[in-house]
């Protein structure tokens, strides 16, 4: 408890330092352009390496095999469209936020509103995970397994985080992402190591174990081949479905999500946004990497049957496996402090990445829907300010009421559904914006519209809502979609709707194409891409 309270006092004590240098909107928003390249890689690293994917990622690994290592791969490479496609574009034509990209060329009032409501909706999807997360991980650390006391620390974990964002705003924010991404890679290092010196350094031993402690009883070789939680006898065709639009969701997932685009923002050039994200791919790399013998580690460490009676949904599975190698290497004493060496780097994580999330969705609501819809423009920079913040408020206490109630979904798998849903609503918009000379405001409202609420339509009528022993509603179905994963229905709708509803619409502005063009290639205007 001392060294998990020491890292909480250490990130209030940044956040503080931050808001005593937070003074103008830009300080706010954007940190004030100050970060170099490689600071902000950092940052975009512990933005990017949240629960899902320290204690999702190991659980799913530790509970299905091979399967929970697709979440890793895809993951990963989703960085390969944000930086080839959206990093630098992003970070040449806008300002604060991702519809300051939209609304230059279009009409910017129903632009913003879509853009402002679809960054909320993935923001909070997003921050369920990590609320679910931190019940979990709490729960391990202080012995409470009820779901009333995880609820509580649910509510604690959003109060801090509203303290954070409140507060610190992007600079605050930013450095407690930096701190964040050195622990935790220094914590999943650390436990690497000593997972790997148990098995001789030979994988293939490690793997060996693994299957034999946690795979299938009849067959334990089938843990390190595909089929054990997608595309499964039982499941038939939907299960190999499911896992390609799980894939599809994690590829390009990435490049719409609301937090991820504004740090490209917080640096002061376009060369600064490449260095960022190269540095972000190299983190997020080796990570990912790490993941897998956090996870095969904990299926041959701990076991299946120990990680779901901690938690049915594996998401105590590092922490535990911390622990128990601890105790095998140091002793009792050993493992007792590895496990809140490690617990508390994984809270870190969550508060780092729920501080960015509630960011990017509170400076949305007072920047594109305060400032530009409700008030046309009118507000003052202090204004929007006071209405981030309060905004920030509202938004977590929704994400509190929801993570309440879906405690016991892996949390990984919470942040696919929150990938899908930017990759089929935001995607669409951003990639046809930056590409497309015909692209027009019908068409973005569409894309936005259309995808957003496709995904959301077929998560509530899918077995991860209801007719699932880990659905939200047990005892309620009405799943009439029979894929977890939204993605292959709902990404290709929100392409779709985009293009209809720009050739439906004679509305084209060829010179702010050509503007936003040579904006995006060169950088050239960016800081007054809103002032139009």
Known sequence: MILFLTFVAATLAITFWASRQTKTAADYYAGGRSFSGVQNGLAIGGDYMSAASFLGIAGIIALSGYDGFLYSIGFLVAWLVALLLVAELMRNSGKF???DVLAFRMSPRPVRTAAGVSTIVVSIFYLLAQMVGAGALVGLLLGIHSPAGKAWTIVGVGALMIVYVVFGGMKGTTWVQIVKAVLLMSGAALVTLLVLGKFGFNLSALLTQAATTSGPKANPGNFLIPGQKYGTDAQGLAGKIDLISLGLALVLGTAGLPHILIRFYTVPTAKDARKS???GIGIIGVFYLLTLVLGFGAAAVVGKEAIVAGDAAGNTAAPMLAQRIGEEIFGAGGGTILLAFIGAVAFATILAVVAGLTLASSSSFSHDLYAHV?????????????VARVSALVIGAVAIGLGILAQGQNVAFLVALAFAVAASGNLPAILFSLFWKRF????AVAAIYGG???ALVLVIFSPVVSGG???LFKTADFSWFPLSNPGIVSIPLGFICGWLGTILSKEFNAAKYAEIEVRSLTGVGAEKATEH
């Open 97 to 99: 936020t991702m519809a």
């Open 277 to 279: 994200v190269l540095w």
């Open 374 to 386: 409700f008030k046309r423009g009118q507000a003052t920079e202090r204004q929007e300010v006071v």
């Open 440 to 443: 027009n405001t019908a068409g």
């Open 452 to 454: 957003l609420v496709s």
């Open 469 to 471: 022993p880990t659905a």
